[in-house]
């Protein structure tokens, strides 16, 4: 077998791990999961798992971490568009929510994984890898703010760091928090916020 191959088999065998993990987390919650319910659900041994991934928490944060890979694709895209910096922010949150709302398994996993994030420092390279996108994607939506100010289309007197900090941070975010369904108090929120940092034409 080629080292291609092998690669190969290796990422498809990961990839089956991942999609029968998702399934037991959302069916069972994180904390009632076990790696024998995955690996009997991907059809392995659980000796064979651990080939793989050393625990259910590197498995949880490599999904996470999947889904933020994600997140800065669509986030760079949307920076790269030609249209306001305010527009930018409004189709960041549509984007998200949209997409969020139509992944519900990763919704139930997500909000898990914020709150046993903190448990998990074996994992310390996934960690890593965590705390590298959400830095990304804070600096994106910096820009972007920065860009709204530039081009006037937010007010001149919104703090830039604040704003974005708000927008996006690694424990809890503002655009995150309006994906749970169409109508919510957060999208409320977000219209209010938009409106308030508006520059009027």
Known sequence: MTEMRKQQEITFRKNLIIDAAKIIFFHKGFENSTMEDIAHKAGYSKGSLYSYFNSKNEICFTIVNDYF??????????AEKDISGLEK????????????????????????????????????????????????????????????????????TVDVNRLSQSF???KNCFIAETMFSEVNEYDYLFDLVIESITEEV
Request: aromatic share 12%; charged share 35%.
């Open 69 to 78: 890979a994600k997140i800065v694709e669509f986030i760079q895209e949307i």
């Open 168 to 170: 996006w941070n690694e």
């Open 89 to 156: 922010i409004v189709r960041i949150k549509e984007t998200f929510a949209e997409d969020y709302a139509g992944n519900s398994r990763f919704c139930n996993i997500y909000e898990t994984f914020k709150y046993h994030r903190d448990q998990c420092s074996e994992v310390e390279n996934e960690i890593e890898i965590n705390e590298s996108y959400n830095r990304r994607i804070k600096e994106l939506i910096t820009e972007i703010v920065q860009s709204g100010l530039d081009d006037k289309s937010i007010k001149n």
